[in-house]
T-cell receptor, first 114, second 111 residues
């Protein structure tokens, strides 16, 4: 069964540094998402992306965050200047159509900001 | 802000017992999904319920969507140690494009 893949699985970075988290969604999917999960807390929506533009973003997704689909396969999340509180698991997800389709999640990137 | 309240947040029971996890909201959802998440992995879909009042069964797991599509429950019969894990409910907001998650229920089944 096709999978959403994320790299790296674990990223350690220093506060203030830029990080790029990468995702390869399922190939025929059209809608892409980033979620994050701080340790011990709930899964939180960050941003949704469709037709090469952001369709919705949460209040967490401030100017330090950006997303891009640079080619036909990759979907990236960039954090421009990381803060300690950005430490979390970041999950990419995709679906092929809106409505009732369930999200397919990757296994996440654990970001640790020191 | 749409909130999904999941209860209980923690549940520890003996093998063979039955349990129910609840997911409640004041918002109406076009669908509701239950996921299971293992440590260090992403959520894995168990079931999607769409119609108010819908009941779906997955072996010993029974999922129900409330008539008003605001709440859902997960019932496990004769729980086994393999059922141990984090269970998440998530609702698809009508007219929006995002899934909203509950806080999760961390279930432990003791042999």
């Amino acid at each position: 069964e096709p999978e959403v893949t994320q790299t790296p699985s674990h990223q350690v970075t220093q506060m203030g540094q830029e990080v790029i988290l990468r995702c390869v969604p399922i190939s025929n999917h059209l809608y892409f998402y980033w979620y994050r999960q701080i340790l011990g807390q709930k899964v939180e929506f960050l941003v949704s992306f469709y037709n090469n533009e952001i369709s919705e973003k949460s209040e967490i997704f401030d100017d330090q965050f950006s997303v891009e689909r640079p080619d036909g396969s990759n979907f990236t999340l960039k954090i421009r200047s990381t803060k300690l509180e950005d430490s979390a698991m970041y999950f990419c997800a995709s679906i092929n159509e809106q409505g009732f389709s369930p999200l397919h999640f990757g296994n996440g990137t654990r970001l640790t900001v020191t | 802000t749409q909130l999904l309240e999941q209860s209980p947040q923690f549940l520890s029971i003996q093998e063979g017992e039955n349990l129910t996890v609840y997911c409640n909201s004041s918002s109406v959802f076009s669908s509701l999904q239950w996921y299971r998440q293992e440590p260090g992995e992403g959520p894995v879909l168990l079931v999607t319920v769409v119609t108010g009042g819908e009941v779906k069964k997955l072996k010993r797991l029974t999922f129900q969507f409330g008539d008003a599509r605001k709440d859902s429950s997960l019932h496990i019969t004769a729980a086994q140690p393999g059922d141990t894990g984090l269970y998440l409910c998530a609702g698809l907001i009508q007219g929006a494009q995002k899934l909203v998650f509950g806080q999760g229920t961390r279930l432990t089944i003791n042999p």
